[in-house]
């Protein structure tokens, strides 16, 4: 900043080809009036040479030879040179600009919903489908903005893993640490109750835009609330339902035999019941069958739920031209004293 730097501005650090390509230049086009000033004062030497009365002074040969004190008369016309090349610098107003953008939002509250039942192990998605699905919701978190999320996993039972909140990296720790096979005993796939207790997180909300994503793969075999009910419990509360089905139907490997083979299981996934709570939340219902198919769905819903950022930009504006102000002021100066000494009265060849 020029109040931080106006008592160096004798620095050698002004001249450098990085100070001037950092500046921002409020009138550029004065810079192309430098070359005219070199110009000016080489018009001005070549006039010079062929108006100026010369004085024929007859020297033996030996005692003709350059002094290179003739070479001072030039540091006048050199100084008024640098004099104008600084001022024309100033007139171009080197600024620098500091702009800082503040953003708000109201920001939206998302549950992630995901099944941890035994059969998110079938390994149709790469390494497996909870792993796959793992992934996808951390590149999914990595992309929000001040919105607050919470997970919720379930098989037999449902449990809430994180509180809505916008400690992303807490939420990395969870999925990455606390999200496997092993966190629920009771097996079966409780969607009804993975519901409710997504909806108990969001029920107290205040945010503009609710929403619940489930990833399931499974039919509802287990909890004590049906997954309609549960999902007209959501509505009532104005959470959105996004339902993603994962898993191909038919033959799908899960595990290895004793010769290292793939077993293959026969994998069944109720659609119309996902259709329909997606339908009850006004969301929409996703049937993926790859690790492509699914980070698509996941970044289509990001497109859908985006809230309304909001900003507001501040510039700050520094001059420094007073520093080349100041240079251009020494240098003439100096000009001043060079025309009352003897520099200026140096015989020319």
């Not at 001249?15 to 001037?20: D, I, V």
């Not at 409020?26 to 004085?55: D, S």
């Not at 499974?218 to 419990?233: C, F, K």
């Not at 089905?245 to 004793?258: A, H, L, R, S, T």
């Amino acid at each position: 900043m020029l109040d931080e730097t106006i008592y160096k501005w004798y620095s050698p650090e002004w001249f450098t080809p990085s100070a001037f390509k950092s500046f921002d230049w409020a009138n550029a086009f004065v810079l192309y009036l430098i070359p005219l000033v070199l110009l000016l004062f080489a018009l001005k030497w070549l006039v010079g040479t062929k108006l100026k009365q010369k004085l024929p002074v007859a020297l033996p040969k030996q005692e003709i030879e350059k002094h290179w004190t003739s070479y001072l008369r030039f540091i006048p016309n050199l100084l008024i040179a640098l004099s104008l090349i600084f001022i024309l610098v100033s007139l171009a107003r080197p600024q620098r600009t500091n702009e800082e953008v503040e953003q708000w939002s109201e920001g939206i509250d998302i549950a992630l919903v995901i099944d941890i039942s035994e059969s998110m192990q079938i390994e149709d998605f790469k390494p497996n489908r909870l792993e796959s699905a793992k992934r996808t919701a951390r590149d999914f978190i990595a992309g929000r903005q001040q919105d607050r999320i919470g997970l919720v996993i379930f098989s037999g039972d449902a449990y809430s893993l994180s509180p809505l909140t916008t400690d992303y990296e807490l939420l990395y720790k969870f999925i990455d640490e606390e999200i496997d096979f092993n966190k629920i005993e009771n097996r079966g796939t409780a969607i009804g109750s993975a519901i409710a207790v997504g909806t108990n997180r969001m029920r107290e909300s205040e945010a503009a835009s609710k929403v619940m994503i489930l990833l399931s793969d499974g039919d509802n075999t287990a909890g004590n609330i049906d997954p309609i009910t549960a999902a007209e419990l959501a509505a009532a509360y104005d959470i959105k339902i996004y339902t993603i089905g994962i898993g191909k139907e038919g033959k799908v490997p899960f595990g290895k035999d004793f010769f290292g083979r793939p077993n293959y299981v026969e994998n069944t996934l109720d659609e119309t019941t996902l259709r329909e709570i997606a339908k009850i939340g006004s969301g929409q219902f996703y049937r993926v069958s790859d690790n492509e198919a699914l980070r698509n769905v996941f970044d289509l819903i990001d497109e859908y739920e985006k809230a309304e950022i909001k900003e507001t930009r501040y510039k700050n504006t520094t001059d420094f031209y007073p520093i080349y102000l100041k240079w251009a002021m020494v240098f003439f100066i100096l000009f001043l004293f060079s025309k009352s000494t003897f520099i200026s009265n140096i015989l020319e060849d």
